[in-house]
Every structure is written in structure tokens, then in C-alpha cells.
């Protein structure tokens, strides 16, 4: 799973975004006084237009403390019984047809079929969800003033606020029963769908004898029955059935009347709870350094070149509360580049080392102790995960000299933190590695909680997507509020590319640039004469363009940072403190986005 930022605290994450945010709302705030001045100006002369700001703001402020908890809840039942008239109840069937067809065309020879489900389903809800919020608020104050019905409303003693609020909540509410019932029927079909069991012959067990420890075994191997396009390697010894994985499962199993029986699916999913550490790299020769860029585009992933001293090195914090059972579980996942083939099934050999951290050097930069683990080897192939339990009664090198029997807390923990050290032990072939490539597994959470965690972000986008679709509709016509809102999703989902585009990061330049480039097919490597009057005022324009892109993205929400499908789908517990974060930012959106609805629909014209 890609995970390009770091999930903190909470409470530092406040700390850092809540600087920024009232940055950006005071000069929001600014720039709509300033607005609003220049638009009564227009209408009603410079300082008549000075008391009617200062009369609406002074209205606005008292009026939030009249607020009536009960008319707010007549809104919003209005808007509920309304979004039931206009039958949104229409989604679930839509959404069961779905379901009901994906169980024919999803893949069940994919090698990862849990990922496939999950995703499919969120994805399916996600979409769903969105835009039905997005036509039912949009639609909701133009369609009361089309039909005239605003009049029984602003006709009694029902305030601006309690119109707004009334109206998003009400959504809001239709929203959550949507979203709750979609993902009860997501859970089951999700559960069901991968359900199956295998059975191994007594005619098919081929019985072998093995040596183990300088004795001899008898054993007997076979393999399940096909199910779902794939089949596990079965051993039966000493009365006791080990499954081999497949498809990132396996199975219980006991032996009736000479038959082996498997029990449901296991590990397919899970709620993992990682803990990340921090990735640094050696060089070939030994040496700090960055990892080798082997020519994809993506700088996500760094790799390290076999066969040298180049390493990736991660970092943990951890105490002996996180794991049980006397051992130290991690997981890996490591991507493979090959400068020539060789045998791909095989695989090529790693190194895996647990090392003491030393102090910090006289910069502050993180160096390594002198005591370490025995290597061990493992086997990576691209994309695969490698499971790996390592007892905490371990063998040590101290200093170079021979080898002891240490402890793995005692002896290679300092300060709360221990280092996992990876090489690839093949020539011109190379290791890929990100920083949540590699992580220490503490404990797992029930899926089904997870899964409420992940449909969760999805109830977090449609609140904010609703109260954009109401927010525009106090002063936008249906359609055009339709097309507001939908332009500050894409804006929302796109906001780092835009960002990169601003910034100069991602080549290409603006609109008018990607825009001329089309049309004469130059691709992005194209240079461009800069000393051309035209492209002077090609890129002065798109400047323009990309300066007011960049300052309303600083409004959207970074809706891609809402969708935690991935965690779910690759088996990863939604972090809380992830969770926490959307809720703040659902609430700053809403209360700010309630205002701002506020304000508008209360210098509207209703008599229009």
C-alpha cells in the first residue's frame, strides 16, 4: 500500500494545520467583505453600502444566538421528507444490481481477491454516495424558489441560519441511512463472497519420508480441491495438517475418516495495526546516502543495488507491551528490478539484520551500535509479502566478536528503538523500498470494525459534499450549483496535482500551455522558446490561471486524504488518529460552509 505522508497525533496535527487555517479563513473573511462592499456599492453608493455590510454582519452575529434548535430540526425534516419524495431510496437497488453482477465479473483468479472485493465495493458506495449528495443538495433551494414554496418558509419567523443548517442536516440525515445500510450490505457481501472450503482426498495424499534433525518422518502431501481457481499444498504429520498460503490465505484443517477437511479461509481479512518507522539508506560504498533511481517516474519508492554495502535501513519506536508471545513479527513487501532476468521464479536472495542504534553523530543524523543480529536470509519476489516472526532469544554479534545468545529487547533496543537493516545479496539486481514497505505488526483489530472505519471517510466526503451543494445553492441556480459543486470535488481530489503544476514540480505549465501543446502534439519534454513574445504571453496568462487555481484549491478538501479505502482493502487498521483528523475537518468545512450559506442566502433576492 503507497502511503506518501505520515499519520501524526492529533493534537500535533492541530497544531500544525491550525495556523494555516485561520490564515486562510481571516483572508477568506477579508476578501468577502471586500466583495460584498463592492457589490452594494454598485447598488446602493459607497457609504450606503458601508451600513448595509455592517447591518448584515451585525445581523448575521445575532441571529446565530437565536438559533432555534426546533425549527432547525422542522428544516431538516422538510429536506428529509423531500429527498424521500424525490425517491433517493432508488440508490439501494441501484447498489444491489451492482453487487448482485459483481459476484459474476470479479476475478476470482486474482491473486489478492479480499483487495479486489473490498475495493470494489467502497469504490461502488463512494461514488454512489457523492453524487447523489451532490444533485439532492444542489437542487434543494433553487427547486424551493422555482416552485415558489420558498415563500411559506421565509414568510414565517424561520431565520436564514435555521433554513441553511435545517437544509444540510437534513441531507445529511438521508445521507447516513444510505451509508449505513450500504455498508451493512457491503460487509455481508464482501464476508460471503469469499467464503469457500477445500477438501483433500485420502486417494490423493501421497505418503514421503523425510529426514529432520538426523531423524527419520513419515509424512503424507497433497493438494486441496479447486476452489475459486486456486488449490493449497497440504501436509499431514504427526496427526497434525499444515496449509500452505495461497492467495493471501489459509485455511484450519482436521483430518475425518482418513479425509482432509479445510475450514473457512483465514488471514484474507484482516485489520492490521502497523507500527511505521523511518527509512534512511546507505550507498554502495557504505555511506549515507539516498537509494538509486532505476528510471520510474514515481520517487515513491528507492531502491538499493546488490551485491554492495548499500542498504535500507528503518527505524523503530517500540516497548515489549506491543508484542506477545515472546517474538517480534514484522512483515515486508519488496519491490524487485532485474537488469537481466535470470530464473524470475526463483527469486532473489535478501539479508535481513536487526541492529542497536547509536547515538546521534555531532549533526544530529542517526548512526548505528555495535551490536547486531546473525543475518538472515530470505527469499523476495516483486510485490510479495514476506511474513517473518523473530523470537526474542536471538543470536548476537557484540562488537565484532564471536557469537552470543542475547536478547532482542535487552541487547538490541536503545532508548525504545531498534533498526531493521535489508540488503539484496544479487549483483546488478536491485531492492525497491518505501517507508511503509516494512513494518513491526503489534496486534490485530476486528475487519468488521475496520470496515465501519472505512466507510466512515465515506459519510466524512458526503457531509462536506453536501454542504458545498447547499452552500451554492443560496445563490446558484440548480444546474449551476450542480456544476459548482462538482468543480470543487474535482478540485478536492486534484489538489496536489495542482499544487505540483503551480509549483513547477509536474511539467506540462497551465491550461492555455497543456492546451497549445496539444494542439501542435508536443509532449511534455517539448522546451519551449522562452524568448518568444507569444510564449511570454502564453505563460503570463497561464500564471494568472494557475495563481487563482491554486488560491481556490487552498479552499477544497483534499478528498484524497478522506479515502481510506487502501487501508481496508490491503488489511491495515484505520489509524484513529487518521479518523480524529477527518472528523475536525468535517466539522471546520461544515461550520464554515454554514456561513458562508448563511450570508448568501441572506442578501438573496428571493422576490427574483
Known amino acids: 500500500m503507497k502511503l506518501d505522508y505520515e499519520i501524526i497525533p492529533v493534537w500535533e496535527w492541530l497544531g500544525i494545520q491550525i495556523g494555516p487555517f485561520l490564515t486562510a479563513l481571516a483572508g477568506l473573511a477579508l476578501l468577502s467583505l471586500f466583495a460584498g462592499y463592492v457589490a452594494g456599492s454598485l447598488r446602493h453608493g459607497p457609504l450606503e453600502a458601508i451600513n448595509a455590510t455592517i447591518r448584515t454582519i451585525s445581523t448575521g452575529l445575532i441571529e446565530l444566538f437565536q438559533i432555534s434548535p426546533r425549527r432547525v430540526y422542522a428544516m431538516a425534516r422538510l429536506s428529509f421528507q423531500e429527498s424521500v419524495r424525490r425517491k433517493v431510496f432508488w440508490v439501494f437497488i441501484v447498489f444491489g444490481v451492482v453487487l448482485m453482477f459483481a459476484a459474476w465479473y470479479l476475478d476470482r483468479r486474482s491473486e489478492h481477491p479480499a483487495r479486489l472485493y473490498i475495493s470494489f465495493v467502497m469504490t461502488a458506495a463512494n461514488f454512489l454516495i457523492v453524487f447523489l449528495a451532490v444533485f439532492v443538495s444542489s437542487f434543494s433551494i433553487p427547486g424551493d424558489v422555482k416552485n415558489r414554496t420558498i415563500y411559506t418558509v421565509v414568510t414565517k419567523p424561520v431565520r436564514a441560519w435555521e433554513v441553511v443548517l435545517g437544509r444540510m442536516l437534513g441531507f445529511c440525515a438521508i445521507g447516513t441511512i444510505l451509508i449505513v445500510v450500504m455498508c451493512i450490505a457491503s460487509l455481508i457481501f464482501v464476508t460471503r463472497g469469499l467464503q469457500h472450503q477445500h477438501v483433500v482426498a485420502q486417494t490423493e495424499l501421497l505418503e514421503q519420508t523425510v529426514e529432520q534433525d538426523g531423524e527419520s518422518h513419515t509424512q503424507q502431501t497433497g493438494r486441496s480441491s479447486s476452489v475459486h481457481d486456486h488449490r493449497h499444498d497440504v501436509i499431514v504429520r504427526d496427526g497434525k495438517v499444515l496449509v500452505e498460503h495461497s492467495k493471501d490465505h489459509y485455511h484450519d484443517a482436521v483430518v475425518d475418516d482418513g479425509d482432509v477437511k479445510l475450514g473457512r479461509p483465514r488471514g484474507m481479512l484482516q485489520a492490521r495495526v502497523p507500527i511505521m518507522g523511518k527509512l534512511r539508506f546507505l550507498d554502495s560504498s557504505g555511506q549515507p546516502g539516498d537509494g538509486v533511481n532505476v528510471g520510474y517516474e514515481s520517487l515513491y519508492r528507492q531502491y538499493i543495488e546488490g551485491g554492495t554495502l548499500a542498504t ?297
Not at 325 to 352: K, Y
Not at 429 to 450: E, H, I, K, T, V
Not at 506 to 531: A, C, H
Request: with cysteine; net charge negative; aromatic share 12%.
Open 312 to 608: 535500507a535501513i528503518w527505524r523503530f519506536k517500540i516497548s515489549e507491551e506491543d508484542f506477545r508471545d515472546d517474538a517480534l513479527p514484522f512483515e515486508m513487501t519488496i519491490r524487485v528490478f532485474r537488469t537481466f532476468q535470470g530464473e524470475i521464479e526463483s527469486g532473489l536472495t535478501g539479508q535481513i539484520e536487526l541492529v542497536r542504534p547509536g547515538p546521534p553523530d555531532d549533526e544530529g543524523h542517526p548512526t548505528s551500535g555495535n551490536i547486531r543480529s546473525v543475518a538472515m536470509n530470505f527469499i523476495a519476489r516483486d510485490g510479495e509479502v514476506y511474513e517473518r516472526k523473530i523470537n526474542r532469544k536471538i543470536t548476537i554479534i557484540r562488537d565484532g566478536a564471536s557469537e552470543e545468545v542475547g536478547d532482542v529487547f535487552r541487547d538490541l533496543v536503545r532508548d525504545g528503538e531498534i533498526e531493521v537493516w535489508v540488503r539484496c545479496l544479487h549483483r546488478a539486481q536491485y531492492f525497491g523500498m518505501a517507508p511503509a514497505d516494512l513494518y513491526l505488526r503489534a496486534s490485530n483489530r476486528p475487519f468488521w470494525s475496520n470496515f465501519i472505519k472505512g466507510f466512515a471517510s465515506i459519510w466524512f466526503q458526503m457531509v462536506v459534499v453536501t454542504c458545498f451543494g447547499v452552500m451554492f445553492s443560496t445563490f446558484l441556480n440548480g444546474s449551476v450549483a450542480v456544476l459548482a459543486t462538482l468543480a470543487s470535488m474535482v478540485l478536492g481530489y486534484n489538489k496536489s496535482m495542482i499544487f505540483g503544476v503551480a509549483s513547477g514540480e509536474i511539467m506540462g505549465g497551465g491550461p492555455l500551455e497543456s492546451f497549445v501543446r496539444l494542439i501542435l502534439q508536443w509532449n511534455q519534454m517539448v522546451k519551449l522558446d522562452d524568448e518568444a513574445v507569444g510564449i511570454k504571453v502564453l505563460k503570463a496568462i497561464d500564471g494568472v490561471a494557475m495563481h487563482v487555481i491554486e488560491g481556490v484549491s487552498y479552499a477544497m478538501p483534499n478528498c484524497s486524504q478522506f479515502n481510506t479505502a487502501n487501508f481496508v482493502a490491503y488489511g491495515f487498521n484505520v489509524p484513529a488518529e487518521l479518523v480524529a483528523q477527518h472528523c475536525v475537518i468535517t466539522a471546520a468545512y461544515f461550520i464554515v460552509l454554514a456561513a458562508a450559506g448563511y450570508f448568501f442566502f441572506r442578501t438573496r433576492e428571493i422576490a427574483a
